[in-house]
């Protein structure tokens, strides 16, 4: 009404300019703005997520002279065997040989199938428990699918997919395993193994560096293990070139070598490259995400504040 005056009421403190709702909605609006760039940004990259992962019920195949090798080296060695020698110590009479090799590292509960043709390609599942050094989980249950991929008298190429369970996040991530056989001269045989740890579900990147690390150490352990059982067995080939592991933290797959045998050789296919959204980007989302919160709380509460001004 004309003349009226502002009276405040119950001796509140004058709501901050900053948090007034002309001032506050805005930076709202443009957080959660930003809140749904970011949603659409994981979408968007699950969906990618999806489309490139590679299983070995479909692998991608791709005309080259060999597969490239994946980031982890976990053994390149010579062998004074041919590469069928090699091959019926390990994988022949469904993998006798790996079997062996898990019941060394005091695996548990392990079986195997028979090879089985699946999608073109011989398969072989190998089940096995591991014991584990903690309080908890104690054992990790686990699941793995062999892909004969290519196999001649010059060498063959393996191509292995591991999933675990009883360990946290173990629906998150699996671990793949490359075996590269080829004969290098007559009754020589050189055996590079390679791996590496895929993620197909999200994980804060802190625990996603800490289940790198684990997975890459264990299959260093395990596979140390396997170099001395084939030197065992077979004992030292030729030498081989000067050998340095290409595992670096955020590295990338070494360069692919040329091998000997010929036609087209699948491979796991792309794999993506997580570690440009963990670390920093990670931290400074739980940042933007909690000064969203707070903003709102706080606005909230202003307008509470505001509602006590009354003109008449």
């Not at 065997?81 to 509960?109: C, F, K, M, Y």
């Not at 077979?234 to 933290?249: D, I, K, N, V, Y």
């Amino acid at each position: 009404m004309p003349g009226a005056t502002a009276v405040r009421v119950g001796g509140g403190r004058r709501p901050s300019r900053l948090l007034r709702p002309e001032v506050s909605l805005p930076v709202l609006a443009i957080g959660g703005l930003t809140l749904i760039w970011h949603l659409a940004q994981s979408a968007h990259r699950r969906k990618q997520l999806s489309r490139r992962r590679t299983s070995l019920k479909r692998l991608s195949v791709r005309t080259e002279a060999s597969p490239p090798r994946l980031p982890i080296d976990l053994l390149d060695q010579s062998l004074a065997a041919t590469p069928e020698q090699v091959w019926d110590e390990l994988w022949a009479r469904n993998a006798a040989g790996i079997l062996r090799w898990h019941r060394e590292l005091n695996d548990h509960s392990i079986s195997t199938t028979a090879w089985q043709e699946k999608g073109g390609r011989p398969e072989i599942t190998i089940d096995f428990t591991t014991p584990l050094n903690r309080a908890y989980p104690k054992q990790s249950i686990n699941t793995e699918v062999a892909c004969l991929v290519s196999r001649s008298e010059e060498g063959f190429v393996i191509q292995t997919r591991c999933i675990s369970q009883g360990v946290p996040f173990s629906s998150a991530f699996a671990n793949y395993v490359q075996w590269v056989a080829h004969e290098t001269v007559s009754g020589q045989t050189r055996l590079q193994i390679t791996a590496e740890s895929r993620f197909h579900g999200n994980v804060w990147g802190p625990i996603r560096g800490q289940i790198l690390r684990e997975s890459e150490a264990g299959m260093r352990k395990a596979y140390a293990v396997m170099a001395t059982l084939l030197l065992r067995r077979f004992g030292p080939g030729a030498p081989l070139p000067e050998w340095r592991p290409t595992s670096q933290p955020g590295g990338s797959s070494s360069e692919p070598t040329a091998m000997p045998w010929s036609g087209a050789v699948p491979a796991l296919g792309p794999s993506l490259d997580y570690s440009r959204w963990i670390g920093a980007k990670e931290l400074l989302k739980m940042v933007l995400l909690s000064l969203l919160v707070a903003l709102c709380f706080q606005w909230l509460g202003q307008m509470r504040a505001h509602s006590l001004y009354h003109y008449w």
